[in-house]
Nanobody
Framework: QVVESGGGLVRPGGSLRLSCTAS????????IGWFRQAPGKEREGVSC????????SYGDSVKGRFAISRDNAKNTVYLQMNSLKPEDTATYYC???????????????????????WGQGTQVTVSS
């Protein structure tokens, strides 16, 4: 299981950095995805970083504003969120790519159904 942290209340245009850590396994061995879920909505993919070559991907709504990265020394994956908008308000979760097909634990893609080891999430609220 992972642990997410770093959420909070921020004004529109502000920034936050979310962290995803694990104590029982090495995050660098897996593709890690950030997802978010707003009340009444499905969990949607925000960003992902692969284990193979560190390639990254982003949802269309966050491209150019969010950046995902790893700090392997800290066994942590970050999501830097800039230029936040009210529509970014949600609970943010990080997930570990499942070991089976199609991701085989190391690739990005698919949906939240292809990820697991979810934490409790961290709430991000963007409001003036």
């Amino acid at each position: 299981q992972v642990v997410e942290s770093g959420g909070g209340l921020v004004r529109p245009g502000g920034s936050l950095r979310l962290s995803c850590t694990a104590s029982a396994f090495i995050l660098d061995d897996y593709a890690i995805g950030w997802f978010r879920q707003a009340p009444g909505k499905e969990r949607e993919g925000v960003s992902c970083i692969s284990a193979n070559d560190g390639s990254t991907s982003y949802g269309d709504s966050v491209k150019g504003r969010f950046a995902i990265s790893r700090d392997n020394a800290k066994n942590t994956v970050y999501l830097q969120m800039n230029s936040l908008k009210p529509e970014d308000t949600a609970t943010y979760y990080c997930g570990v790519a499942a070991s089976g097909p199609p991701l085989y634990g190391t690739s990005c893609g698919g949906t939240s159904a292809n990820f697991g080891s979810w934490g409790q999430g961290t709430q991000v609220t963007v409001s003036s």
